[in-house]
């Protein structure tokens, strides 16, 4: 009956299904083409009334295949997402968008620009308005494009330098390319969202003509405004900036302390660490050991010799002056249950000694202070530094050794 074969009909585009996807997921690509094919041609086949809306599934699994397969040809993936343009207009520029990515991953830069030229000047009735924010990513995408073509001209100009150098084609292009990237940049950057890329390009265009206003207005929107979402790097684009022209300590630190509560294990802790050391007042010097400790609780900072000398450091400062002991105590509380095993065992002792003798010196000096002088970490350091007669380990033991009584106040 016609119910039944509907039925046999669904099940078997199913199956078909089922057997492309297993094949991608065992990146068994040729297989995987094979079965496409035959789901194809079952959808060519399909005399149902019911609404089927396969050519994005088609679209997607499609390019995966071609992407990976051994045989494929970049004519023949262009041949494929034409056709996936005129499949449906609901999903043509984020076909577009895609046709462009890849050939950028092939190097095909003048094709990736044509083809975004293109779709720019796409329109479709009604639909033109519906996909606005597919159509400023396309925009913006060339902007990005046109910002290197900037670069490159840029780099010609630098070479030569401005003397001898006579070819005015050159600056011209390269100021034809600025203008271009800098209204597509801007305008996608004015609208909520993560645009890390296009935020540094436009800023870096404005630093190259002088318009440092311009940029830091920019980047205080790109890290401030609350309708963007939380973002690590536009406090770290604005931290950098700031530093590239000479800010004051007060703005680094600003904008470094968001940066800490936003992500309290950032490469930049360090840096945030060492102006907090250097600052007169308490308060600062208080955060600098809360971030130093708050860093070290990760594990991709376990053997940072580094941040494990700006904790000795501070530490040691605190014993000498017996001032603020009560800091090293409430960071040492929260921690006192795992960071023994996680920092401080035996296996680590003697690992840090083969691997780093610097870092095995400075977490002696904190696991020392911290879990006094019986501490297996700390014994083990300072046995094998003083058996190889290094000075400062030797130095480390007596110091360890004398302000044992801190730790023992500490730990009462």
């Not at 016609?2 to 996807?21: G, I, M, P, R």
């Not at 343009?85 to 095909?108: D, M, Q, W």
Request: net charge positive; hydrophobic share 40%; proline share 2%.
């Amino acid at each position: 009956s016609t119910h039944e074969y509907k039925l046999n009909f669904k099940k078997s585009k199913e199956v078909c299904l089922s057997y492309v996807q297993d094949a991608m997921l065992q990146k068994q690509w040729k297989r995987a083409a094979e079965f496409l094919t035959f789901y194809i041609e079952s959808l060519e086949k399909d005399f149902s009334t019911e609404y089927m809306g396969p050519s994005e599934m088609i679209w997607r699994i499609g390019t995966e295949i071609l992407c990976h397969h051994s045989h494929s040809s970049m004519k023949e993936f262009n041949s494929f997402i034409e056709q996936m343009k005129t499949l449906g207009v609901k999903r043509y520029l984020k076909v577009c968008l895609e046709h462009a990515f890849h050939l950028l991953c092939n190097g095909l830069i003048d094709e990736a620009y044509q083809n975004l030229s293109l779709a720019e000047s796409w329109r479709f009735g009604e639909q033109t308005a519906i996909q606005d924010k597919e159509m400023k990513l396309i925009q913006a995408y060339r902007g990005l494009l046109d910002y290197y073509s900037w670069c490159k001209q840029k780099n010609i100009l630098l070479e030569h330098g401005q003397d001898g150098f006579e070819d005015l084609s050159v600056e011209q292009e390269m100021h034809s390319c600025f203008r271009k990237a800098a209204v597509n940049l801007k305008e996608i950057i004015k609208i909520p969202g993560v645009w890390d890329l296009f935020v540094k390009c436009y800023v870096d265009l404005l630093e190259f003509y002088g318009d440092h206003n311009e940029a830091r207005q920019v980047l205080n929107e790109y890290a401030y405004n609350s309708k963007f979402p939380a973002n690590p790097n536009a406090h770290v684009y604005l931290y950098q900036f700031l530093k590239r022209h000479g800010e004051s300590k007060k703005s680094l630190i600003s904008a470094l302390k968001i940066l800490h509560d936003i992500v309290p294990s950032h490469e930049l802790m360090i840096d945030f660490n060492i102006m907090l050391q250097k600052s007169k007042k308490r308060k600062k010097r208080r955060l600098g050991l809360e971030v130093i400790f708050a860093a070290l609780d990760y594990a991709g900072w376990k053997e940072n010799v580094k941040a494990w000398s700006c904790l000795a450091r501070q530490v040691k400062q605190i014993v000498i002056s017996e001032k603020h002991l009560d800091w090293i105590k409430q960071e040492w509380n929260s921690r006192k249950d795992w960071w023994p095993a996680f920092h401080f065992s035996r296996y680590l002792a003697k690992r840090n000694w083969q691997e780093n003798e610097s870092l095995s010196y400075e977490k002696a000096l904190v696991a020392g202070i911290l879990l006094g002088k019986d501490c297996k970490y700390f014994k083990y350091v300072s046995h094998q530094g003083c058996k190889a007669q290094v000075k400062r380990f030797r130095i480390l033991k007596k110091f360890v050794n004398k302000h044992n009584p801190v730790y023992l106040r500490m730990s009462g």
